[in-house]
């Protein structure tokens, strides 16, 4: 069937059986799952960039004390003179943020969107070839590390969780007393083993997603997800690791 | 010749659309090994017939892995356990006397059970119809080379182009996404200098017309398995990204015609 550029909705067919509404371009775009997985895909490098500075800010631990708080003072007077202190560190959060909620609301919709497309299940075993358990599990990673970064908020952002030796502005001592903590440190290492697997697909899965594919390069995919996974894992749970073992000392 | 012996089948019967299906379980005493799987059915139902019971429908057509009309789930694999191959290529040489084979039709929303192991798919083909044509001068034959076609480029069009539509898979796919069958018929047009023309609306109409029939896809890459033709996942991710530059650029056009 021929297709018509339409003044309100671009191409359409003759056998398009739902009648696209006219909105706003990018709402449009995001109403395909192919666009959300744009979202999923963008919002998730978002992500990965703030998990890998964040480990790499961390490693300050092992310099001191005073290189630790310093570079957190360094995140708060980010660009200053030209905004005020802390402006641009809560322009990244609230970036951050988004982009959890963008993530959060493309991977609730797209599921619902799967359970439709097969709404009557197999009724015998699937035996999967390709699928991995990184990649069978998302759903799951992405919960635990969704519950872990609220809860790590209250311990070491507000304070609230983190055993009542919490003083604000420094940073060192927090992130010692509360990884100091065994249980904490065994949900802290839990927590950065999930948020590794959900990285181990979904560093490969967005260059599918967003259509990077080029064939002298494909195979580096895989390598750079398993590459970025473990560097950021190891280096986040050599963290209550190092406290644990009394290398990293509290009261320094 | 040898043969496979005491096969146990356990089959998907479904008497309607709207029915409530079940498994029944029929047992084969022997088969040559060179049977195809579909020819194992075809003994089923002689067997069936001579019972005066019902025989199970299935899809079949060319019998030599061409048409893509064969398609079933064997012990949880689309097209069986072999590799590259459609259901009337996998022979029985490639299972063991005393199997027990368990045979489900392809499940998506978008293909519903029409009787026992036959699906429609006609979803597929309102995904191709939205593709609509491409500019081609009708009338005498062109000449040959008339258009200029690098052989790498030729040759990853033709890959694309094997699709034989059979819907493995979005039977595979744990999503029910058709973005390889949808891919494979985009970037096969796509790649060449016969489909620029209407690139860019082929791709946004038939990526859309998908969207209202089928999942989305997760890149676990179940599809690029259990494909008959081995269609690899690149082209997905080609259509991902012609999908963007349509969208913008059906814009920019529509922006001009005002």
């Known amino acids: 069937m021929a297709q018509v550029i339409n003044r309100q909705r671009g191409p359409i067919t003759g056998s398009a059986t739902k009648a696209r509404k006219k909105q706003p371009f990018l709402l449009d775009l995001y109403s395909t799952s192919v666009g959300k997985k744009y979202v999923m895909a963008l919002t998730g490098l978002m992500g990965l960039g703030f998990v890998l500075v964040h480990m790499v800010g961390n490693l300050k631990m092992y310099l001191g004390r005073e290189d630790y708080n310093h570079y957190a003072e360094f995140l708060r007077e980010l660009l200053v003179p030209i905004l005020p202190r802390t402006v641009l560190l809560w322009i990244l959060r609230g970036g951050l943020i988004a982009a959890v909620l963008g993530h959060l609301h493309a991977a609730a919709t797209l599921t619902k969107m799967n359970r439709e497309a097969r709404s009557v299940k197999y009724q015998s075993a699937r035996d999967y070839q390709a699928a991995t358990f990184a990649s069978r599990t998302m759903r799951w990673t992405g919960t635990i590390v969704l519950l872990f970064i609220v809860w790590h908020i209250l311990d070491l952002t507000a304070g609230t969780v983190n055993g009542g030796n919490f003083v604000r502005g420094d940073a060192y001592n927090n992130v010692a007393h509360s990884l100091n903590r065994p249980l904490v440190a065994a949900a802290y290492i839990l927590a950065n083993l999930a948020l590794g697997v959900h990285l181990f697909h979904g560093v490969w899965s967005l260059f599918q997603s967003m259509g990077w594919s080029h064939p002298r390069f494909n195979k580096w995919r895989r390598h750079i997800a398993g590459g970025l996974a473990s560097v950021i894992v190891l280096g986040n749970i050599s963290f209550p690791i190092l406290v644990l073992c009394k290398v990293v000392e509290v009261h320094a | ?258």
């Open chain 2, 1 to 258: 010749m040898s043969h496979i012996k005491n096969i146990t089948l356990k089959i998907w019967r479904q008497d309607g659309p709207s029915a409530q299906g079940r498994f029944e379980t029929y047992k084969v005493d022997s088969v040559t090994d060179e049977a195809s799987f579909l020819e194992l059915l075809d003994v089923v139902n002689e067997n069936l017939l001579n019972d005066g019971k019902e025989p199970i429908t299935f899809d079949s057509d060319c019998r030599e892995g061409i048409c893509g009309t064969c398609g079933l789930m064997i012990n949880g694999q689309s097209h069986g356990p072999e590799k590259s191959t459609a259901t009337c290529q996998l022979h029985m040489r490639k299972f063991t006397s005393g199997d027990v084979i368990t045979v489900e039709p392809f499940r998506a929303s978008a293909f519903p059970i029409l009787k026992d192991l036959m699906v429609d798919r006609s979803a597929f083909d309102r995904i191709v119809e939205s593709g609509g044509f491409i500019t081609a001068p009708t009338g005498g034959a062109p000449d040959a080379n008339l258009i200029p076609i690098p052989k790498p480029v030729a040759d990853a069009a033709m890959d694309s182009a094997e699709c034989i539509g059979c819907g493995a898979c979005v039977a595979a796919c744990p999503n029910g996404a058709a973005h390889l069958f949808t891919a494979a018929k985009i970037s096969h047009l796509n790649l060449l200098p016969q489909g620029q023309a209407e690139r860019y609306k082929r791709t946004e109409a038939m990526v859309e017309t998908m969207n209202e029939h089928f999942g989305s896809c997760t890149n676990h890459g179940e599809c690029e398995q259990a494909c008959p033709k081995s269609i690899s996942i690149d082209v997905i991710a080609i259509m991902h990204k012609d999908y963007r530059k349509s969208k913008l650029k059906n814009r920019k056009e529509l922006a001009r015609n005002k």
